[in-house]
C-alpha cells in the first residue's frame, strides 16, 4: 500500500465526520505555498511569473501554522516555487508533524539530498519528487539538462535514510503512451511509495499555452496510457484514487470541488484555487463565504474551467465519491493521495 495505513484511516475518518455534521464545503488537501521562488523556470508553470517583488517574499513558520490550524485540512501539500529554499522549511514541517498533518512536500529534487539532514523520517511526512518521464523528457520539460539524474540521486538517498518518498508525474499533450508506461515501470524500480498523475496544470500565467491538454485529448490519452494497468497487465503504485482515475480515462463524469484544495500563499487565500488567479482573501472563512462557487467547474461555462482535470479539483471530488458504499471497498488501499 502506497499510502500509509493510519492515513487512510485518519482521512477516512474526517470525511465521515464531515459528511455527519452536514458541511457541504469542506477542506481536505491545504495546498501551502510558503514562497513562490524556484531554481528552475518551467515553461509551463505560472508561479515564477510573479514580479521579483513578491518572489523575494516567503511566509513565516507562523502564519504557515495559523493557515494550517484555520483550514484545518488532514493534509498539506507544500508546494511553490521550490519549497527547499526556504530558510525555515524544517521548523515549518516540524511544526506540521507535531499538528500530525500529512505533509507531501513537494520539489523538483534539486536540493533533496543537500537538504535531508534538516528531517527526520516520519509516516507524516512523504516528498513528493516532480518527474514528468525519462531523463530526455523531463530534463526538457523543466529546460535543464542533469536535473532527472539530479533528482533521482537525491530519491534513492532519501529512500536509503528511511524517508517517504512518491512522485508526481504531469502528462502534457504530445506525450507517448509506451514511453510514460516504460517511465512508470522505471518508478517501480526505485522503492518509492506510490506516484501521482494529472494533465498538465493550465496555469492563466504559464509562458508556454500550446501544450495543455484538452478534456477530450486527455481522456484518451490516458485511457491508452493506463490500458495496461486497467487491465491487471502492469501493478503501477498510484496514490491517486482509482475512481480519479476513471475519470482521467472518461469513465467517470465529475465536478469540480475548488474548496477541497484551498491555497495560501504569501499573496493570501487564492480565489477560487490553485491555477486560477481570481482574486485573494484574508482569511480562509472569507474564501469559503465570499467565493462564488457556482462561477467555476465545468458546469458553470467557465471558459478557464472547460478542460481542466487536475487532480487538485478533482481528487476531493473522487475521495468524498469513496466514500460511497459502492466504492468504499475499490477506494480503501487509496483514499486520497495529492501532490503538487
Not at 515553461?43 to 521579483?52: L, M, Y
Amino acid at each position: 500500500m502506497a499510502i500509509h495505513l493510519q492515513q487512510v484511516v485518519d482521512i477516512g475518518k474526517y470525511l465521515v465526520t464531515q459528511r455527519l455534521r452536514g458541511r457541504k464545503r469542506f477542506p481536505l488537501v491545504l495546498m501551502l505555498e510558503p514562497l513562490f521562488r524556484c531554481n528552475l523556470a518551467c515553461t509551463g508553470c505560472g508561479k515564477i511569473q510573479h514580479p521579483a517583488e513578491i518572489l523575494k517574499q516567503n511566509l513565516t513558520s507562523q502564519q504557515c501554522f495559523a493557515a494550517v490550524d484555520e483550514c484545518g485540512a488532514p493534509v498539506v501539500s507544500i508546494p511553490g516555487g521550490e519549497p527547499l529554499l526556504h530558510p525555515q522549511i524544517d521548523e515549518i514541517v516540524k511544526g506540521l508533524i507535531e499538528r500530525k498533518k500529512y505533509i507531501y512536500l513537494c520539489t523538483n529534487g534539486i536540493l533533496l539530498e543537500k537538504s535531508l539532514d534538516k528531517f527526520q523520517p516520519s509516516p507524516y511526512l512523504a516528498f513528493t519528487v516532480h518527474l514528468d518521464g525519462m531523463r530526455e523528457l523531463h530534463d526538457k520539460s523543466v529546460d535543464r539538462k542533469g536535473v532527472f539524474d539530479t533528482a533521482i540521486k537525491g530519491i534513492r538517498a532519501a529512500k536509503a535514510r528511511g524517508f517517504r518518498v512518491a512522485i508526481n508525474t504531469t502528462v502534457f499533450d504530445g506525450a507517448n503512451p509506451q514511453e510514460m508506461q516504460e517511465f512508470f515501470d522505471f518508478v517501480g524500480t526505485l522503492g518509492v511509495d506510490g506516484m501521482t498523475i494529472s494533465p498538465g496544470y493550465s496555469y492563466e500565467w504559464a509562458p508556454d499555452q500550446d501544450h495543455f491538454l484538452k478534456r477530450e485529448q486527455a481522456n484518451a490519452l490516458f485511457r491508452e496510457i493506463l490500458a495496461p494497468y486497467k487491465a491487471g497487465k502492469k501493478k503501477w503504485d498510484f496514490n491517486n484514487n482509482p475512481l480519479f482515475l476513471d475519470f482521467l480515462m472518461g469513465e467517470k463524469n465529475y465536478e469540480c470541488t475548488p474548496w477541497g484544495s484551498p491555497c495560501y500563499s504569501v499573496l493570501g487565500w487564492q480565489k477560487p484555487c490553485y491555477l486560477l488567479n481570481d482574486g485573494y482573501f484574508k482569511t480562509f472563512k472569507e474564501l469559503l463565504d465570499k467565493t462564488n462557487w457556482s462561477e467555476y467547474g465545468t458546469a458553470s461555462g467557465n471558459p478557464k474551467c472547460a478542460d481542466c482535470m487536475v487532480h487538485c479539483g478533482y481528487e476531493p471530488t473522487a475521495a468524498i465519491d469513496a466514500m460511497q458504499p459502492q466504492n468504499m471497498a475499490r477506494s480503501l488501499g487509496s483514499v486520497l493521495g495529492m501532490g503538487s
